[in-house]
T-cell receptor, first 112, second 116 residues
């Protein structure tokens, strides 16, 4: 069975600091991995996805993630946090039928 | 391009009442998903349709939840009777094609349900 674990339910950074949100996955087959962002009272928006092309994936709003098979990780990073990045972030793995299996989510707080 | 539409946005009911949610996916999207997101958790799939056929409803509580996708377009999700633990946000998503495994799912704004 596939699963995703997000380490840290809350992450707080200062504006301009590095953002690092951690995601580890478990999958018996090559995984397809996704990061979604959810702003308050809104649906989920895709940030980026890994589909076995390049291991370093660039997404919207300056985010990127690196797929590391040896570490079963797909951590999300952004070099410099902006106040508008404050939101909840979900890592997900796709099952063989296409359903997304989500982690618990990480709330990112950005301090001025 | 119009996104995924859902209504209502908010609903408050008492336990044992019934409630229905509506979703209109992006035009031309074959696959439609209903997810349940309980406060503080990630979304969990309730049911997945491909056109008007069910692909996965393994986590749908079938004694109280039902869903349909008539003509392979709009979908409704119903809860009857509702329980307190059904309080959650119900998210509808859609994706374009038949091979959904690596496709992007586009989410609607969700319906926030509170059961008192």
């Amino acid at each position: 069975a596939q699963s995703v674990t997000q380490l840290g339910s809350h992450v707080s950074v200062s504006e301009g600091a590095l953002v690092l949100l951690r995601c580890n996955y478990s999958s018996s087959v090559p995984p397809y991995l996704f990061w979604y962002v959810q702003y308050p009272n809104q649906g989920l928006q895709l940030l980026l996805k890994y589909t076995s092309a390049a291991t370093l994936v660039k997404g919207i709003n300056g985010f990127e993630a690196e797929f590391k098979k040896s570490e079963t990780s797909f951590h999300l990073t952004k070099p410099s946090a902006h106040m508008s990045d404050a939101a909840e972030y979900f890592c997900a793995v796709s099952s063989n039928t296409g359903k997304l299996i989500f982690g618990q989510g990480t709330t990112l707080q950005v301090k001025p | 391009e119009a996104g995924v539409a859902q209504s209502p946005r908010y609903k408050i009911i008492e336990k044992r009442q019934s409630v229905a949610f509506w979703c209109n996916p992006i035009s031309g999207h074959a696959t439609l998903y209903w997810y349940q997101q309980i406060l503080g958790q990630g979304p969990k799939l309730l049911i997945q349709f491909q056109n008007n056929g069910v692909v996965d409803d393994s986590q749908l509580p079938k004694d109280r939840f039902s869903a349909e996708r008539l003509k392979g377009v709009d979908s409704t999700l119903k809860i009857q009777p509702a329980k307190l633990e059904d309080s959650a946000v119900y998210l509808c998503a859609s994706s374009l094609g038949r091979t959904a495994i690596q496709e992007t799912q586009y989410f609607g704004p969700g319906t926030r349900l509170l059961v008192l």
